[in-house]
């Protein structure tokens, strides 16, 4: 004779399964937030390279969170890495459209790299040349626009900390 399992007993397993669930969802909050406040601390100390390790963990595990985007965005610009910083803010304006930071960042961003672009079309020329004449001019005007003179690194703008609880607790897309 077969023994089939009460109701009783089947009921306390799944309480016991969805506790762990539970319990695990805590761990993988409590992870992810050690994770973003050394991100933090790295970035806010200079750690770059720690920061940014830092934050590309932060875009595994929560890839359509704008602001870990907006703030890989900030690492890289910050590590003389302009075309991935205009990448991870374009990312974040792909989720958050209306981030005003990130658009701005990649504003600098852009406006940095014209600026680049033009010193070397200046330096390629001769002086005589109106082409280099024009792109000096440019160059010039671009620095003036910014406030950065060539060779300094352009104010970027800092988001505020998102939160990781909230961020982990309302999932989008998953079910749950």
């Not at 695990?24 to 970035?43: D, F, I, V």
């Not at 929560?62 to 590590?79: E, H, S, T, Y």
Request: hydrophobic share 40%; with cysteine; net charge positive.
């Amino acid at each position: 004779m077969r023994h089939r399992p009460s109701v009783v007993c089947v009921l306390p397993l799944s309480l016991l399964l969805a506790s762990c669930a539970t319990a695990g969802r805590h761990h993988q909050l409590s992870n992810l937030a050690s994770t973003q406040w050394q991100a933090e601390q790295a970035y806010a100390q200079g750690n770059l390279q720690q920061a940014l390790k830092g934050y590309q963990a932060l875009i595994k595990a929560m890839p359509k969170q704008a602001d870990f985007w907006f703030r890989l965005g900030n690492v890289q610009f910050r590590q003389g890495q302009p075309h991935y910083a205009a990448k991870s803010y374009l990312k974040a304006l792909q989720i958050d459209p209306g981030n005003q930071g990130a658009w701005y960042n990649l504003g600098i961003v852009r406006l940095r790299e014209a600026e680049a672009a033009f010193v070397q079309a200046a330096q390629q020329g001769r002086p005589s040349d109106p082409l280099q004449q024009r792109s000096t001019g440019m160059a010039d005007g671009i620095a003036h626009l910014t406030g950065v003179k060539p060779g300094q690194t352009a104010r970027i703008e800092q988001s505020p900390t998102p939160p990781v609880a909230s961020s982990v607790a309302t999932p989008k897309g998953d079910g749950t």
